[in-house]
């Protein structure tokens, strides 16, 4: 198992070298995959200007928590698919750091395909109701391990710091100073371990109260503490069209916005999905102020949004993604004509070279978080200098109970849980009302992570 392990890490290092040796015993490899970059407000492939053009992938949804990338059986299908789509970039939510990704990342690879990963996960995440008690050292430990899993991979573009963590109840805006910790903790980290600048930043709810300030918050203050990149989730676009679905509005609100922006999901289920998002993703019309976006979702789920339906995956808890594949017609080959019909534009697309900072939000109604953020807890310092050690998996104790494991200082060398508000932490009230789920535009996405911490954090306090 290591000595394969090692092998595919050097292949994998191979392909990055241009000229590779002729001592090299390994047959002939395509073309070494390009890392993404960022310059600006845009994404590049070395001087190319670069356009997710991509789809989401969680085969079994969120509660199945299953890692596709892990199994060459549920992959392999799913990336002849991904080729006959034409995508050029997956998301995939949930990773296992414990187990080996070569072959799967291989075959990407192979296929030209990028991957973003979030590097959290059910149980290694903040927990929306307590987040400066699960912004601590196991955390910490698990999103690292997340990345030493990942890094290797050429076609690693980049890791998201938190899916949806802000909604749009005001005092869930108190998690961002974690998730924005996290994020340059990521990236302190990927530096520290000399490991290539591949890129993080944060995937926002579609939520019209606090998508600005969220945005700016990402990009604003020193530079350790502003991503590389902000992307949101979108599914106001219901068979309509670039002004009916105030996309325009909102490529006038990011207009000047100093980081590559995309979509992380975007999607609608209200109709018959023809997939002109693309058109306008892929115009002039977004291309100064968008770098692409993420088609929610590939697998046909519960909420109904997948082109594909696997045999037997919503049987067994989603735990066997490996049944047979099953195009949804006409989604898939509606997606498969928009991909082949709305390239991606030639040039820079109008693109805007200049790294812009932005002014941090000011707190008021819909916006309650200052910037005085965590430092980063005192165990969990050492991952930056040994590594974060050994991986625990998805199906570890999970981190969110180790809260004296926390940060105990804040950057302005104050103490406390930073609360502010005084709301409390661990309010079971608002526990229970994330496990019911509420209503609104996030729910439509396969991970609301918090609520399932939420939910383990209950159960965790009656078993105790
Ligand atoms: C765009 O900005 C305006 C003014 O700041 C704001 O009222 C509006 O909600 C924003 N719209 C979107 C879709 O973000
Ligand atoms: C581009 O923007 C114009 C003006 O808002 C709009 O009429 C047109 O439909 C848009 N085209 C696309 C492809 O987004
Ligand atoms: C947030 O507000 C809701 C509703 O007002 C409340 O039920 C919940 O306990 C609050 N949560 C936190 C973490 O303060």
């Known amino acids: 198992m290591k000595s394969t392990v090692l092998l ?39 001087k190319e200007r670069f356009y997710v053009r991509g789809i989401d992938y969680q085969p079994g949804g969120a509660s199945a928590n299953l890692d596709p990338l892990a199994d060459i059986k549920v992959c392999k299908p799913d990336i002849e698919k991904f080729k006959k789509l034409g995508v050029n970039t997956i998301r995939v939510y949930s990773t296992d750091n414990s187990k080996s990704h070569d072959e799967c990342m291989k075959l990407l690879q192979d296929a030209g395909i990028y991957v973003v990963l979030d590097a959290n996960n059910p149980k290694y995440s903040i927990n929306r109701d307590d987040p400066h ?77 606090n998508r600005m300030q969220t945005a700016a918050y990402f990009n604003c203050g020193p530079e350790e503490h502003r991503s590389d990149f902000f992307a949101f989730n979108d599914y106001s676009w219901c068979t309509s069209n ?26 609608c289920n209200t109709n018959t999905r023809d997939f002109k998002e693309l058109e306008s993703l892929m115009h002039s019309n977004m291309t100064s102020v968008y770098s692409g976006g993420l088609m929610y979702e590939y697998t ?133 009302a994330a496990v019911r789920g509420m209503p609104g535009p996030f729910d439509k996405t396969p991970f609301v992570v918090s609520g399932v911490v939420a939910l383990m954090t209950l159960l965790g306090a009656v078993a105790l």
């Open 300 to 432: 046909m789920e519960t909420n109904k949004y997948g082109i594909v339906k696997i045999k037997g995956g919503d049987t067994r808890g989603g735990l066997d993604q490996t049944g047979a594949r099953e195009e949804l017609q006409p989604e898939f080959d509606n997606l498969v004509k928009a991909m082949k019909t709305y390239k991606a534009p030639s040039g820079d697309g109008g693109y805007t070279k200049e790294t812009k900072v932005s002014e941090c939000p000011p707190t008021d109604d819909h916006w309650l978080v200052d910037n005085n953020l965590p430092k980063i807890p005192e165990g969990a310092k050492k991952f930056m200098t040994d590594g974060a050690g050994k991986p625990p998996g998805l199906n570890g104790d999970g981190s969110q109970w180790a809260t004296y494991l926390a940060s105990t200082e804040f950057e302005d060398g104050s103490t406390g849980t930073g609360s502010g508000t005084g709301t409390g932490a661990g309010a079971s009230e608002s526990s229970s």
């Open 8 to 46: 595919s890490a050097l292949a994998g290092a191979a392909a990055v070298s241009a000229s590779p040796t002729a001592t090299t015993p390994m047959k002939p490899r395509q073309a070494s995959m390009e890392p993404i970059t960022a310059t600006g407000n845009a994404f590049f492939k070395g």
């Open 133 to 209: 008690g699960s912004y601590n050292e196991l955390y910490l430990q698990s999103v690292f391990a997340t990345i030493d899993a990942f890094e290797k991979y050429p076609n690693t573009m980049a890791f998201f710091s938190g899916n949806e963590v802000i909604h749009d109840l005001a005092n869930t805006t108190l998690t961002a100073k974690y998730v924005k910790a996290t994020d340059r903790d990521m990236r302190a980290y990927i530096k520290a371990r000399g490991y290539r600048k591949i890129l993080v930043g944060y995937s926002a709810a579609d939520v019209t109260s």
């Open 242 to 267: 670039f002004v009916e679905s105030g996309w325009n509005i909102k490529v006038k609100n990011f207009t000047g916005y100093g980081l590559p922006i995309f979509l992380s999901e975007y999607g």
